[in-house]
T-cell receptor
Framework: DQQVKQNSPSLSVQEGRISILNCDYT??????FLWYKKYPAEGPTFLIS?????DKNEDGRFTVFLNKSAKHLSLHIVPSQPGDSAVYFC???????????FGPGTRLSVLP | GAGVSQSPSNKVTEKGKDVELRCDPI?????LYWYRQSLGQGLEFLIY????????KSGLPSDRFSAERTGGSVSTLTIQRTQQEDSAVYLC?????????????FGPGTRLTVT
């Protein structure tokens, strides 16, 4: 039973437009969420995080939104760039940083 | 370098052999995590260390898997009597481990192939 779901295995977006990556979770005890980006043959790279006491966190072109009642978070990338093409994972923790559960990932392709 | 390093980068082994995977975390990071990613799958949590102790071993898939961490630094993941289903990329990550410092920094991974 997947506790963290990323229902879109892939997403294609035109350069300069907005990319929206979605993540749903089932465990209401999750209190901290992170997004990672992964290029082939490399380890994941941390992008942005959000704790359950907030509903939005912004860092440059990246914004994460959290809707606790819907158990849903999303990552917005504006504007999208070809270098953003990668696999994006969301991850959640129920005890502030001990055990993180990762989603299966969404492959983003930004087309020039 | 200042990042997380893992060795070997690639390991091919015969079914039934034991393997050891090594992780060198970022200096000063007290928390260390092991994950694995099988082909086409997401990251599967294996084990978490805070210092040298492992409060959460729930992700280890069987008793053939074990891990230790010494000196609050280097960690080794050992897989005994490897099986073909153990083939995966094994990723190590570290974080500062304090309150509010949960971001994990990943190493490049060890690709394990069991033939």
């Amino acid at each position: 039973d997947q506790q963290v779901k990323q229902n879109s295995p892939s997403l294609s977006v035109q350069e300069g437009r907005i990319s929206i990556l979605n993540c749903d979770y089932t465990n209401s005890m999750f209190d901290y969420f992170l997004w990672y980006k992964k290029y082939p043959a490399e380890g994941p790279t941390f992008l942005i995080s959000i704790s359950s006491i907030k509903d939005k966190n912004e860092d440059g072109r990246f914004t994460v939104f959290l809707n606790k009642s819907a158990k849903h978070l999303s990552l917005h990338i504006v504007p999208s760039q070809p270098g953003d093409s990668a696999v994006y994972f969301c991850a959640a923790s129920a005890n502030y940083g001990q055990n993180f559960v990762f989603g299966p990932g969404t492959r983003l392709s930004v087309l020039p | 370098g200042a990042g997380v390093s893992q060795s070997p980068s690639n390991k091919v082994t015969e079914k039934g052999k034991d393997v050891e995977l090594r992780c060198d975390p970022i200096s000063g990071h007290t928390a260390l995590y092991w994950y694995r990613q099988s082909l086409g799958q997401g990251l599967e949590f294996l084990i978490y260390f805070q210092g040298n102790s492992a409060p959460d071993k729930s992700g280890l898939p069987s008793d053939r898997f074990s891990a230790e961490r010494t000196g609050g630094s280097v960690s080794t993941l050992t897989i005994q009597r490897t099986q073909q289903e153990d083939s995966a990329v094994y990723l190590c990550a570290s974080s500062l481990g304090g309150i509010g410092s949960y971001e994990q920094y990943f190493g490049p991974g060890t690709r394990l192939t069991v033939t």
